[in-house]
Nanobody
Framework: QVQLVESGGGLVQAGGSLRLSCTTS????????MGWYRQAPGKQRELVAAITRGGSTNYADSVKGRFTISRDIAKNTVYLHVNSLKPEDTAIYYC?????????WGQGTQVTVSS
């Protein structure tokens, strides 16, 4: 089983930045891939960014050039650096761990961007 604990959300003005953190209860190397998803009110949950065990990354088109996913293996933590925030980035951001047969989710952290 994998437990995920997220932190770092908050209220920020447009153009601002935040760093979201997701700490896992298992080694990142035991997990196929980790990702960040978001869900805005009335919308479906969508992939924002992901990083594989090997370190490959991918991003949603809407966040390319503004968001960066990274990891600290020693701390079992994955980060999402969110820059140049826009009001449309407002959502609950969820950490996700693909452990193969099972996918785990964190509890979510709210990001609110004011215009």
């Amino acid at each position: 089983q994998v437990q995920l604990v997220e932190s770092g959300g908050g209220l920020v003005q447009a153009g601002g930045s935040l760093r979201l953190s997701c700490t896992t209860s298992r080694s990142i190397f035991s997990i196929n891939a980790m990702g960040w998803y978001r869900q805005a009110p009335g919308k479906q949950r969508e992939l924002v960014a992901a990083i594989t065990r090997g370190g490959s990354t991918n991003y949603a088109d809407s966040v390319k050039g503004r968001f960066t996913i990274s990891r600290d293996i020693a701390k079992n933590t994955v980060y999402l650096h969110v820059n140049s925030l826009k009001p449309e980035d407002t959502a609950i951001y969820y950490c996700n761990a693909d452990a193969g047969a099972i996918v785990y989710w964190g509890q979510g952290t709210q990001v609110t961007v004011s215009s």
